[in-house]
């Protein structure tokens, strides 16, 4: 009797788990902040022609939240399906809930590279030229739940300045996301901004991926108004991330779907990912266990 019993118990969880793959209608995107949200929008639009058939629901919709920790809040609370998130703030989702999503995939920088850095920018004309001339000057940072744009520069700057971010800069504060964080720099609201770069190419064109590289294509930064002061040790590329609670079967054809994105549909892969990257590679949360140790020791949850 027993036997039968959870013969049954499992054939029932089997038919939960098949209605609710058939169930899923709509899958929903959601899109970090740091930039202008109608250039979000229309980067991650193209997802929304090809994916559904592929995944099988019946729409997709994308979610743009003013910053990192309204993404990091929607996974927490199973109301997004999917999302690309900094190292920083998938360690944030870990450490709060960790079975709530998966990280499944992250990029590839066209050196083979799985890393991107945290750089320090300063207008040309201000006359610094390295990070010793930040002394005693306003530093600003991206995003409080950014890996370059805050947490790796304040676990790894105390190295190279000898002491306390605290203590060696005059005042930190935060620019509301990378992009406006860059803009803030160039107004001279900070003397100087950590942002995010593959540091792969030239400086003058922003490198080859990143926020200075996008900001540079959107035709909204000159890079010859920007120096760089400083760059932080390779940093894990962010992962994409899905709910863990979707179905095998829907995670499996998504997955795929962004395997095979890089050729089925390269512009697609380029707006979504913003500069040049050469496709994805598996992950896990074992990539990012250094993050997630950095974050938990430094900023917590």
């Known amino acids: ?51 559904p058939a592929a995944i099988g629901v019946e729409k997709v919709s994308f979610f743009p939240a003013a910053d990192y920790d309204g993404v990091v809040q929607g996974l927490l609370g199973g109301t997004l399906d999917y999302a690309e998130l900094g190292a920083s703030a998938y360690a944030k989702v870990y450490l709060a809930k960790a079975d709530a999503v998966e990280p499944i995939l992250t990029t590839v920088q ?3 590279s799985t890393g991107y850095h945290s750089i320090m920018v300063a207008r040309k004309d201000s006359g610094m030229t390295k990070l010793e001339d930040m002394k ?3 530093l600003g940072f991206a995003d ?60 003058k064109d922003g490198y080859s991926s990143g926020n200075l590289r996008k ?24 992962p994409i991330v899905v709910r863990t609670s979707l179905s095998d079967d829907v995670k499996a054809k998504f997955k795929q779907f962004m395997v095979d994105l890089p050729k089925t549909d390269p512009a697609c892969f380029s707006a979504i990912q913003g500069g040049d990257f050469t496709g994805y590679t598996e992950v896990n949360e074992e990539f990012y266990k250094p993050i997630i140790d950095a974050r938990k020791a430094t900023i917590g949850g």
């Not at 029932?12 to 995107?29: P, Q």
């Open 136 to 138: 005693g000057k306003k």
């Open 215 to 238: 900001m540079v294509d959107k035709g909204i930064l000159d890079m010859d108004d920007l120096v760089e002061l400083w760059r932080s040790p390779l940093i894990p590329n962010g």
């Open 110 to 112: 066209t050196d083979g």
């Open 1 to 51: 009797m027993l036997k039968n019993a959870l013969l049954g118990a499992v054939a029932l969880l089997a038919l939960v788990g098949h209605a609710a793959a058939e169930d899923l209608k709509e899958f929903r995107v959601g899109i970090l902040g740091g930039e202008n949200e109608a250039d979000r929008l229309r980067n991650f639009q193209c997802l929304s022609e090809k994916l």
């Open 144 to 203: 409080p739940d950014s890996a370059s744009g805050y947490l790796v520069p304040l676990v790894t700057l105390p190295e190279s300045i000898g002491g306390p971010v605290k203590e060696y800069f005059s005042e930190t504060g935060f620019g509301g996301g990378h992009e406006n964080l860059v803009l803030e720099v160039v107004k001279g609201t900070f003397a100087a901004g950590t942002t995010w770069g593959s540091g792969v190419g030239e400086f």
